[in-house]
């Protein structure tokens, strides 16, 4: 969506969750930015940043990552169009971008770009000695390395920046003083939690919050936590919230009867789909011997990204 204008997949991707809630159920919906939870006042609370208090008697976090500037959409929806047009047009000026990371995004971006704009020289500047991490296996990995050189990307592997570049460049030098012509670097690593908000006591030294099997926090019965914030050994994943919310959403159920929460999540299998440009890409799901999925499986996901699927979940 950052590399290009031509698909306007803003137009349908971003909802708005007015229909979350069926006409005439018991649910609202509020909007309004968490600035700190008082989980210990007689009664508990969120405090709004507008100076709000929404009391509670169960909480769920689910607050999501903080990810790299470009990758960053605005809270605001009148402010996307103007992120989109300045990385859009950031990307469209650069003779040569450089992305640090050779993750997912990493080669998702690399792919994108070079579909849009295959005159443009892209390099991935990646830490380790293969694509992706060791969650995945060898076989998968090293599966992206000649289709993305096969697009023109070039792959600088075990090398890293010491500082992102900053201001006006045209080339840098890596930590192992390789110089790299570019005049764009974009991070595409390192989703970090978004819980500054939250008090020390809820979270690890990493930000992310540490929760029980059954998706309670250790330190607050009645504080729950999904998502991408929770400190679970899983890759981040949209995929993975699907299984943390019916554990979630029992849990809660159970609190606020007055039981014992029994609900546990024990986590699920990895599995992935990384597109290579529009024409297809490499997936994984980690059952059996670990089955590799080829271009075609990962057509059927990004021809439309599930973004219809998406929309009906929100009643749109
Ligand atoms: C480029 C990219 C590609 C990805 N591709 C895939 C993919 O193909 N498949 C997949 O499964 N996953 C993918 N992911 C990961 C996926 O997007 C995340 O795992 C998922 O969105 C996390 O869901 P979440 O509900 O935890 O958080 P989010 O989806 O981030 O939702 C968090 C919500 O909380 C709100 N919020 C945050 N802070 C506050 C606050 N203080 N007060 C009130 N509201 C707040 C935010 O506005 C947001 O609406 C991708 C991620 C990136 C960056």
Redesign the pocket.
């Known amino acids: 969506m950052i590399t290009s204008a031509e698909d306007e997949l803003e137009k349908t991707a971003f909802l708005p969750l007015d229909r979350l809630f069926a006409p005439g159920g018991i649910g609202t919906v509020k909007q309004?930015?968490?600035?700190a939870v008082e989980a210990d006042a007689p009664t508990k609370a969120v405090i709004l940043e507008d100076g709000g208090r929404l009391a509670y008697d169960a909480l769920v976090l689910?607050?999501?990552?903080v990810?790299p500037e470009q990758?960053q959409f605005p809270?605001d929806p009148l402010r996307v169009s103007d992120h989109l047009a300045h990385w859009r047009g950031k990307i469209a000026s650069a003779k040569s971008i450089t992305l640090v990371g050779g993750g997912?995004?990493g080669i998702?971006l690399a792919g994108e770009i070079t579909e849009f704009y295959p005159e443009k020289k892209v390099t991935i500047l990646h830490r380790g000695d293969m694509l992706l991490n060791s969650t995945y296996p060898d076989k998968f990995r090293k599966a992206f390395e000649p289709r993305l050189k096969a697009r023109g990307v070039e792959i600088i592997f075990g090398d890293c920046f010491d500082q992102m570049p900053e201001g006006m460049y045209t080339s840098v030098k890596t930590r192992k003083g390789k110089e790299i012509e570019t005049d764009l670097v974009l991070p595409t690593f390192g989703?970090k939690p978004?819980t500054s908000?939250l008090s020390p006591s809820l979270l690890t030294s990493g930000g992310h919050v540490k929760v029980r099997p059954t998706l309670q926090t250790t330190a607050y019965d009645d504080i729950f936590a999904?998502?991408?914030?929770i400190d679970w050994n899983e890759r981040?994943?949209?995929?993975?919230?699907l299984r943390h919310a019916p554990v979630v959403a029992q849990n809660v159920q159970a609190v606020l009867d007055g039981s014992e929460p029994s609900a546990v999540y024990k986590g699920t299998f990895e599995s992935?789909?990384i597109t290579i440009g529009k024409s297809g890409g490499i997936g994984y799901v980690d059952i059996l011997w670990g089955i590799v999925l080829g271009d075609w499986v990962v057509r059927l996901f990004s021809r439309d990204f599930m973004i219809p699927r998406a929309r009906s979940l929100y009643n749109y």
Do not use: C, M, R, Y
Not at 32 to 35: A, I, T
Not at 62 to 65: I, R
Not at 226 to 229: R, T
């Open positions: 309004g930015k968490v600035v689910a607050t999501g990552s990810w990758l809270d997912p995004v998702e989703g978004n908000f999904a998502g991408d914030i981040k994943q949209a995929a993975k919230h992935i789909i």
